[in-house]
């Protein structure tokens, strides 16, 4: 019988700081990571660099490590999502004992979570999906960690991962229960799509401030440095800033690092899964969707190539300035991040009663501000209303939003034009602002599609004078026309 709290799977970087992590706060952790003939052990490797004097017990096969954990043993794997986990969940269950757990740390979709949930139970062990938030850093000191699966045994792993969790100012862990399946993993896939949204956002925010006056690198440093001491104040603005400012030397010349990046942004999944569970739920998420797809026109490199030749005055920067000041984008800029995050706390709220699982949304919102990626000062407000509200129909409205929204909604309106007369593409911001404007609207226009669909396919329709459940269908040729 082994002596180790818990078992790591997967010595990459993010396993290998969640193994110190834990090791730090006090846990005993067994090391192991798949071998190949033509590599280095990476147990091996770490165990040179870290493991002197330390709590680490490595091991080289399946069921060496699980043979040096303590039982109910608790296995971590941090490893690739998709057909890797489940060839190691095969690998692991002849080896695993009754009310064994197996957490998987990864980026998993959430509905292969769910189903492994159930594959793992059926055998007598328990299985959580969890959401890891933060990066290598949160990893190693502190991430926002989003559980969910066997709802058994979470009162075997909460100390654990609320030790190696990130804490807000009173102590609290950025750590807490998302509910049963792949509730967890959800809630980690609805980040990341607030994720790309924000990112997105902030370039499209560059691309405005680039056409308003001739802006250095230091000079965005400076208004990124700027707006994280505002409203915006978060981790990505804070990043956006330092990456402006980074200088790198070669060959006796200076140069921004920024500027030898190619433009071209790569995506691993949870984005395109985001989008896909809003289609499936009938949730409309045209911000998450246009910053997908703005991942993907970027990998069209050598088409934009060509268009940028062919359509020489659309979207450039060296083209006419823009009628707008800083404080114009700033205002566009948080507006339209708000949008975001109000359209991925209604994509879990649809999804907690669609699947069930009773998400806390107050919690979710609660775990966010630090830790992980999107964490940000305005979800303390966010938080605030959740829990005035637990089962608010959309942030939108609540005070806090009506209150910024209604205040940055001259300037999001005129950056918007302003940008559309000039050909400056604004796909996420755009969206984000059609997307309240189209929530505001007492009456639409779908009645004429309605009328469009009853008429060629005798789809029936209903009416503002009859009950909802009562419905028409009506001969629409004969009419008058001009």
């Known amino acids: 019988m082994g002596n180790s709290d818990i078992g790591v799977i ?22 192991y990571n798949r071998q190949t003939a033509s590599a280095p052990s990476k147990v091996s490797l770490f165990m040179a660099e870290h493991g002197l004097g330390k709590r680490f017990n490595p091991t080289h096969s399946i069921a060496e490590l699980v043979d040096s954990i303590r039982r109910p043993r608790k296995i971590l794997l941090m490893i690739k999502a998709g057909v890797p986990v489940d060839d190691l969940i095969h690998q692991l269950i002849p080896f695993l004992s009754p009310d064994d757990i197996v957490i998987d740390g990864g980026n998993s979709d959430f509905r292969d979570t769910a189903r492994r949930v159930l594959l793992l139970e059926s055998k007598g062990f328990y299985y959580i999906g969890a959401g890891v938030s933060g990066g290598e850093l949160g990893a190693r000191y502190g991430a926002s960690i989003m559980p969910g699966g066997s709802f058994e045994a979470w009162p075997q792993v909460q100390d654990i991962l609320q030790a190696a969790s990130a804490k807000l100012t009173d102590g609290s862990p950025c750590c807490e229960w998302m509910g049963i399946g792949g509730a967890g993993h959800f809630v980690k896939m609805v980040h990341n799509g607030i994720e790309y949204a924000f990112m997105q956002l902030i370039t499209e925010a560059v691309m405005l ?44 010349d200076s140069f921004y690092l920024l500027d030898k990046v190619l433009d071209v942004a790569r995506q691993k999944g949870t984005g395109h899964w985001c989008v896909e569970a809003g289609l499936a739920l009938n949730e409309p998420l045209p ?54 995050y109000a359209e991925g706390f209604s994509l879990i709220n649809r ?13 979710i919102a ?5 830790g992980c990626i999107i964490r940000a000062d305005f979800l303390k407000e966010i938080t605030a209303e959740l829990a005035g509200e637990p089962k608010c129909d959309s942030l939108l409205l609540t005070p806090f939003y009506h209150q910024t929204i209604t205040a940055n909604l001259p300037a999001w309106h005129n950056v918007i034009a302003e940008a559309a007369v000039n050909g400056v593409a604004l796909p996420c911001m755009a969206a984000a602002l059609n997307q309240f404007n189209s ?42 026309q001009c």
């Not at 609660?366 to 630090?370: A, G, R, V």
């Open 287 to 340: 911000i998450m969707a246009q910053a997908l797809y703005a991942r993907y026109l970027s990998v069209q490199k050598e088409l934009r190539l060509m268009m940028s030749g062919r359509y020489p005055t659309a979207n450039t920067i060296d083209s006419a300035q823009l009628n707008l000041t800083v404080q114009d984008v700033q205002q566009s800029l948080y507006a339209s991040v708000l949008m975001a």
């Open 209 to 252: 401030l680039k056409r308003i006056e001739p802006c250095t690198n230091d000079a965005l440093s400076c208004i990124f440095s700027q707006w994280n001491e505002g409203a915006l104040k978060s981790y990505l603005i804070k990043i956006t800033a330092q990456i402006f400012a980074k200088k790198e030397q070669e060959g006796g």
């Open 439 to 480: 929530l505001r609207l007492h009456n639409s226009m779908a009645n004429l599609i309605q009328a469009q669909r009853d008429y060629f396919g005798a789809h029936t329709y209903q009416r503002v004078d009859a009950p909802r459940d009562k419905s028409f269908h009506s001969d629409w040729e004969g009419g008058d």
């Open 10 to 31: 997967g010595m990459g970087v993010m396993g290998a700081n969640l193994a110190l992590n834990f090791e730090e706060k006090g846990c005993t952790v067994s090391l």
């Open 366 to 370: 609660l775990i966010w501000q630090e």
């Open 351 to 363: 999804a907690s009663i669609h699947y069930g699982w009773q998400l806390p949304l107050d919690k």
